[in-house]
């Protein structure tokens, strides 16, 4: 997939909110986390993360504080969630693969938060699974069926 002069685009439901990132994303991931779970009301969401300094934003998105240190964009015009930020890392935005105008391009590396899924959730892909974060040298507690030893 392309290089670090490509551009990707997104935008809320309405159009109100835009943002652009070059290059590719840091990570993409299936999130089943409670929290996730009812910012969007859907039974999981699928993640970007890009560096700021790779980031531009058009139009002026609200937020709120969803967990300590957390927080959460949306448009104030269609309500659209379109990001997530942490203190514990300051210097990257997570967005939406669904807000993407190519979510198809942005294909996911692992689950997390495997635990919090709903039990009608039934997954069949071969990614990772994480019963909580992937962060800092986690590995994964279970596999995917593809993958299965
Ligand atoms: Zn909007
Ligand atoms: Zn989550």
């Not at 999130?31 to 039974?43: G, K, N, Q, T």
């Not at 942490?86 to 198809?104: C, N």
């Not at 959730?121 to 040298?137: A, E, I, N, Q, T």
């Amino acid at each position: 997939m392309g290089d670090g002069n490509t551009v990707s685009a997104g935008r809320c439901f309405c159009g109100a909110v835009r943002f652009e990132f070059t290059g590719q994303p840091k990570w993409v991931i299936h999130c089943h986390c409670e929290s996730c779970r009812r910012a969007v009301s859907s039974p999981m969401t699928t993640w970007l993360a890009v560096p700021n300094d790779r980031l531009t934003w058009t139009g002026s998105a609200r937020s709120y504080v969803s967990s300590p240190g957390a927080l959460r964009k949306f448009c104030g015009n269609c309500g659209a969630q379109v990001s997530f930020e942490h203190e514990r890392f300051p210097d990257e935005t997570h967005l939406y693969v669904a807000s993407m105008d190519d979510p198809g391009a942005f294909r996911p590396s692992r689950h997390v938060f495997f635990e919090e899924r709903l039990p009608w959730m039934d997954v069949h892909d071969d990614l990772p699974r994480f019963l909580k974060g992937s962060g800092k040298g986690a590995r994964p507690d279970l596999h995917g069926p593809a993958t299965e030893s």
